[in-house]
């Protein structure tokens, strides 16, 4: 493991200007997301360096992980602790590409659709499978999902 990804750099050198500025949230929002980075990293049979897209995807996972304990939180009525997975995730947010909006991924996903040739929801894999390279990071997983639903008009 010799060179980092530019966006692992990136995230370091955020950690190290964070502990500088004494800014807790952020440093311990990064110090986690670098250690699920190189637990990923030494994940599998040989260690590897992650590319900027692997990275990107370890962030995306862990602000999923943020969003939904914020939700399960806030329906537990523990809004202090719904705050803290939420400042958690703002930091994340700022790692990741910009989100689609619902209209846009309509689009995308209608385009999906008209490119596979797909009529039916039986054919709901090929079209997501021509879609989420489309819009890595710019979208969960559920929402394409949603978004290949309704363009099949299911």
Do not use: C, F, W
Not at 94 to 100: F, I, K, S, T
Not at 139 to 153: N, Q, S, T
């Amino acid at each position: 493991m010799t060179e980092l990804s530019d966006l692992k750099s990136t995230l370091r050198n955020d950690l190290q200007d964070a502990i500088r500025a004494q800014d807790k949230v952020r440093s311990a929002t990064l110090r986690m997301v670098l250690t699920a980075v190189s637990n990923e990293e030494v994940s599998g049979k040989e260690a590897r360096v992650l590319s900027d897209e692997d990275v990107l995807k370890v962030v995306t996972k862990e602000a999923k992980k943020r969003r939904e304990a914020a939700e399960a939180y806030t329906g537990a009525g523990r809004h202090e602790l719904a705050d803290v997975e939420l400042a958690e995730l703002a930091v994340l947010e700022g790692y990741l590409p910009r989100q689609l909006d619902d209209a846009a991924l309509d689009e995308l996903a209608a385009a999906a659709v008209a490119e596979t040739g797909a009529s039916s929801m039986t054919q709901m894999g090929q079209v997501m499978k021509v879609l989420q390279p489309k819009v890595a990071g710019q979208a969960e997983g559920g929402r394409v999902a949603a978004a290949v639903r309704r363009a099949l008009g299911a």
